[in-house]
C-alpha cells in the first residue's frame, strides 16, 4: 500500500494534504501558544518552559516535544519532497507554453510553488532564529523565550520575513487546506462552499494570530 | 452517357442464407445450421474489421471476445469518434416493458410497413427479436440509460410508432451506446485480441481467388500505404449521405470503403435510397459545411407552418395567426405534425418551392413552440427540449422561446448500401457488410431510432454468428503475402490513383468540385426527382468527373499527414457513386419511402408504389467507370406483411 | 468580417514550429470557427500553399475531434467546443491566435493536430465494464437509483476531447480520467471492477506522462460538456479505497 500511494500522482498528493494537514493543526496549536505573549513574560516563559515538561511523569523531560519534532520534521520532508516530485512531473508533463497566455491559468500553482518555498527557507530562518538562535539579531538566551521574541521584533528585517512569511502562509493554507479536502476525497458539491469557507477562515486567523506578535512587538503593546 | 444508361438486366440475385419456415424460426435455425469453428483454431483466423462505430465497434469486440484475432481501422484519431455519436433520439426494443401492447412482431411489422415494402422480410423479422437482447447487453456494459425513480428503465414513443419502445439516454444515445462498444472494444485491444489502426483509411479491398483476403490502407499521418490480409473482411464504414456535400454525417464519413468493394465485385443495392431528414437547421451561407440535425421529437410539440402570402418577410409575430398556413396540419389532419419523415420533408420542400419558405434565401419553416408554451408553460418546454433549444440558439443566436425555430431538411441517413444475404455477407465470399454500410433493413426508408438497433444488431449479435460458418466452410486458405499478383496489382493502382491526384495540379480544390456534385444531386437526386432531372444529373456527372482530373489541386506529398489528399480521393469514389444513385433512382420509376418521383404519385399528391413492377430490391453490379452497370433483381416476398399504399391523411 | 490569425505552423512531429500570420476577408458572423478556417484553407490551396491541418469531424459538438486553443483558452471563448464556436464571438479586425493542444502526452502531429492516443490507453487500462456479448442478464434484472443513473450519465457525456489536459498548467488528465471513473464505479454493473479499474486507470495516467492534480479549476472551465472539477475529488475518494482495500487483501 505504501508503494503503490508513493508511486502513484494521486498517492503523492495524500501524502501531502496529511502531511498539510499535520503542519496546520500543530499550527494553530502554535498560534494560540503564541498569542500568550499579550499576558505577559512570566505566563509567556512558563508556557515555553511547560512545552518541555508534557506529558511528565509518563515521559521524561523534552520527549514528548521532541516527539513532536520528529512528527513535524517527518511532515515537512513528505510534504516538500511529494510537492517537489510532483512539480517536476507537472513541468515535464507541459513543456511548451502557450504563446498566448493566460496568467490565470496558473495562478494557484505558482502562489502554491512559490509559497511553500518561502514558507520551507522561513522555517530553517525561524528555527536558527527563535529554537536555536543561531541567526538571532540580539542577544539570544535559552529559556528566555519572551525576551527573545521581544528582542526579535526590534529589528525590521525579522518583522518583514515573518510578516512576508506569515501572509505566504495564509495563501498556501487558504488552497491548501481546500486542496487537501478534495485529494482526500472529502468535498463534494454540497460541502463544497463550507470547505472554502473553513479555508478561509483558517487562512485568516493563522496569519492574524501570527502577524499579532511582531505587531505588538512593534506597537510597544509587548516589550 | 448514353451507354451508361444502357444497363442490362442480369440474372436475379437471391438470399440463399435465410432458412425457410416460419419467420420467427429463421434466426435460430440458421444459428443451428451455421458451421462452428473449434474455439482452439479461432485464434488462427485474422478478420479485418472497417470502422468502430456500433456496427463496427461491437463486431471487432465481439469477434475478439470469441477468440478471434482481429484487426480493425478508422479513419479518426480514435475508434471513439465514429459518427454513431452524433445519434440522439435512441433505440428502438421490442421489450413491451409498458405493456402497451408492443411485441416482436409489431416491431418487426412497424420496420416493414415503414420502409415501404422495400426490405426483407427475414431480415427485418431477425433485427426485430434481436433489439431486446442489445438492451440488455448495453445496461451490462454501464450504458447510463434514462431511469425512472423506481430505478427502472425509462421509454419515450418515437417517429410517429403507437408504442412507447424507444430506448435513450437525454439526447445523447448515440453516445452512450457507442462508447460502450468502444469500451468493450478497447478491453480487446488491451487483452491483444485486437489490433488497432486509428487514423488508417482503408483504400481498396484485396480479393484473391474469387475471395476477399485484404485490405489497402493509408496512414494517415506519416503517409504510407500498406497491405492488411485476413481471412475474412468486414465493411462498417457506415453511409454515404456526404454524397451530397451537405448532409448531418460527420466531415470525413465517406464511401471509398464501400465503393472500392463494389468496384471489386460487391453489388450495390438500392444506392437511391436516402432519407431526407425534416428537423435540420437551415444553412446560413455558402460556408456551410454541414447540417446539424434536431431530435424529431421537437415535432411532437412544436407547429410547423410559413406564411400563407409568397414572399411575406415580415417577423413571425408580426404575421397574424389567419395568415398563417399551418399546412402539415392542413393537409394530414389526422398524423399533423406528425408524419413520417419523407412526407414531413417532401411538404417543406413543396411550400418552398411555393415561394413561401422563411429565412435567409427562403429554405426554412417556422417550427414554434409558442402554443405549446402556453400550453405547458416555459418550464416543462425547458424540461423537455431544454438542451435542443440551446443548440439551436448556439448556432442560429436566435431564442427559440421568443422566435420559432427555422427548419429545413437534409441528408441524413442511406438506407442503399452492399448488397447482403442473411448472413450479411456480400456478393464477394468472404466479404461482409454491417451498419448502414449495407442495404439490408430499413428497406426505403428507416423509421427513427432504428439505425442504432440495426447497427448493434449486426456488430453484437447477427454477424459474430453468421462469419463462423464461413470461416468453417474456407478453414484453410492459402496465405496471401504483398508478393501476390493481385496484391500488388491492387496496391499499384492505389499508388497511382493518388499520385495522379498529386500531380494534376490543376486550379480548383477539392472541396469546390465536392459542393458542385452535392449541389447538383440535392437539386436533381434529393428530395422529389423526375425523370427529365436524373437525366440532366447523368449527363452532368461524367463531365464533373472529367474536369475534376483536369483542374483538382492537391497540396503537399502522399508520403505526410495531408488532409487534402484524405478529401480528394474520397471525392474520386463519389464522382462515381452519385452517378449509379442516380440510375437507380431514374430506373426506379415508382415512388417508395425517401425516393419520391414526381411522375408517380397519386392524385392528393402522394407517393404512389407500383410493387407489380418494382417489388424488389436493385443490386448494381459494376463493370467500369463511365461503362453500364447490371442491374441484378432481389425479389421481395411478403409472406406476414402484406403491402398497403401507406396513407397518412 | 476582416481578420488577422496567427496560426501554429509545424510540419511535422520532429520539427520546430512556429506562429505564422494570415488575413482572411469576407468572413460571416455565421460562421462556425471551422468554416472560418475552411475559407483560410481554400485561399491556401488556390496559392499554393499548404492548408492549415486541423482535427475535425461531426461539428456538430459530439464527437470530441477539434482541438484549438483560441486566444489561449481550450475551444476558445464560450462554454463548447470549436465547431459550435460561432464567428459572432469576434469582432472585425480581431487578431486571433490559434495553438494546438500543448502536452507532453499529447505531441503535435501537424500544425493543429495532436496524438490523443494516451486516452484511449487509459480507458484500455480499465475503463469498461467486462461484459462479453451474449453473457448479459435481464436489463431490469438490477434496478439503478434515478440518481445514480443521472450521476453516471453527467459523467459519461465527457467526449475525450482533451481540452482539460490542454487547460491545465500541469497537463493532467485527472478530470477525463475521472469521468470514466465515476460514471462506471457509480453503477452496479461497474462495482465488480470497481478498484482495479480506479488504479489501473490512474496508474496509466501516469505513465503517459500526464501531470499532477494541482486543483487550479482549469479543466472544468474548460471542459465543453461541463464535468465538474468534484468529478476529480470523486475520484480521489475512491483511489484512496481501492488503495486501503488492497493494502487490506
Known sequence: ???????????????????????????????????????????????????????????????TLWLIRIVLVVAVVAHAT?????????????????????????????????????????????????????????????????????????????????????????????????????????????????????????????????????????????? | MTEYLNYATGEPVADTKAPAGPVGERWDTRRFEAKLVNPANRRKHTIIVVGTGLAGGSAGATLAEQGYHVVQFCYQDSPRRAHSIAAQG??????????????????????????????????????????????????????????????????????????????????????????????????????GNVEMHPRTEMLDLIVVDGRARGIVARDLVTGRIDTYFADAVVLASGGYGNVFYLSTNAMNSNATAVWRAHRRGAYFANPCFTQIHPTCIPRTGDHQSKLTLMSESLRNDGRIWVPRAKGDTRPAHQIPEDERDYYLERIYPSFGNLVPRDIASRAAKNVCDEGRGVGPGGQGVYLDFADAIRRMGRKAVEAKYGNLFDMYQRITDEDPYEVPMRIYPAVHYTMGGLWVDYDLQTTVPGLFAIGEANFSDHGANRLGASALMQGLADGYFVLPATINDYLARNPHQDPVTAEHPAVREVLAETEDRLGRLLKAAGDRTPDSFHRELGELMWEFCGMARTDSGLRKALERIPQIREEFWRRIKVPGTGEEFNQSLEKANRIVDYLELAELMCLDALHRAESCGGHFREESQTADGEAARRDEEFGYAAAWEFTGTSTAPVLHKEDLVFEYVHPTQRSYA | MKLTLRV?????????????????????????????LDVLNEQLILSGEDPVAFDHDCREGICGACSLVINGDAHGPERTTTCQLHMRSFQDGDTIDIEPWRAAAFPVIKDLVVDRSAFDRIIQAGGYVTAPTGAAPEAHATPVPKADADFAFEHAECIGCGACVAACPNGAAMLFTSAKVNHLNVLPQGAPERETRVLDMVGQMDAEGFGGCTLTGECATACPKGIPLVSITRMNKEWLRATRKAGKR
Open chain 1, 82 to 223: 511529494s510537492a517537489y516530485q510532483l512539480s517536476r512531473r507537472d513541468i515535464k508533463a507541459r513543456p511548451s507554453k502557450y504563446v498566448h497566455s493566460k496568467p490565470r491559468a496558473s495562478y494557484a500553482t505558482r502562489t502554491m510553488r512559490w509559497g511553500g518555498v518561502i514558507l520551507g527557507l522561513f522555517i530553517v530562518w525561524h528555527v536558527l532564529d527563535l529554537t536555536t538562535g543561531t541567526v538571532h539579531p540580539g542577544h539570544f538566551q535559552h529559556g528566555h523565550a519572551y525576551q527573545n521574541v521581544v528582542g526579535d521584533f526590534s529589528h525590521w528585517y525579522s518583522n518583514v520575513i515573518y510578516i512576508v512569511a506569515m501572509l505566504a502562509l495564509g495563501l498556501h493554507i487558504r488552497h491548501g487546506f481546500w486542496s487537501a479536502a478534495q485529494t482526500l476525497g472529502v468535498g463534494s458539491r454540497a460541502r463544497d462552499r463550507a470547505l472554502k469557507t473553513v479555508a478561509n477562515v483558517l487562512a485568516l486567523l493563522l496569519t492574524a494570530g501570527f502577524i499579532a506578535v511582531p505587531v505588538g512587538v512593534m506597537t510597544g503593546v509587548v516589550s
Open chain 2, 90 to 191: 435512441g433505440i428502438n426494443a421490442a421489450k413491451n416493458y409498458r405493456n402497451d401492447g408492443d411485441s416482436i412482431h409489431r416491431l418487426f411489422y412497424d420496420t416493414v410497413k415503414g420502409g415501404d415494402f422495400r426490405a426483407r422480410e427475414s431480415n427485418v423479422h431477425r433485427l426485430a427479436q434481436i433489439s431486446v437482447e442489445i438492451i440488455d447487453q448495453c445496461v451490462a456494459q454501464g450504458v447510463p440509460f434514462a431511469r425512472e425513480y423506481g430505478g427502472l428503465l425509462d421509454t419515450r414513443s418515437f417517429g410517429g410508432v403507437q408504442v412507447s419502445r424507444t430506448f435513450y439516454a437525454r439526447g445523447q444515445t448515440g453516445q452512450q451506446l457507442l462508447l460502450g462498444a468502444y469500451q468493450a472494444l478497447s478491453r480487446q485491444i488491451a487483452a
Open chain 1, 1 to 63: 500500500m505504501a508503494r503503490t500511494m508513493w508511486d502513484s500522482s494521486v498517492g503523492k498528493k495524500t501524502v501531502m494534504a496529511v502531511s498539510g494537514l499535520i503542519m496546520l493543526l500543530y499550527l494553530v496549536a502554535h498560534m494560540i501558544g503564541n498569542l500568550k505573549i499579550y499576558f505577559g513574560a512570566g505566563e509567556f516563559n512558563h508556557y515555553a518552559h511547560w512545552l518541555r515538561t508534557v506529558g511528565e511523569p509518563f515521559m521524561h523531560y523534552e520527549w
Open chain 3, 8 to 36: 501554429w505552423r509545424q510540419r511535422d512531429a520532429g520539427a520546430e514550429g512556429a506562429m505564422s500570420t494570415y488575413e482572411v476577408d469576407g468572413i460571416s458572423s455565421d460562421m462556425s470557427f471551422l468554416e472560418m
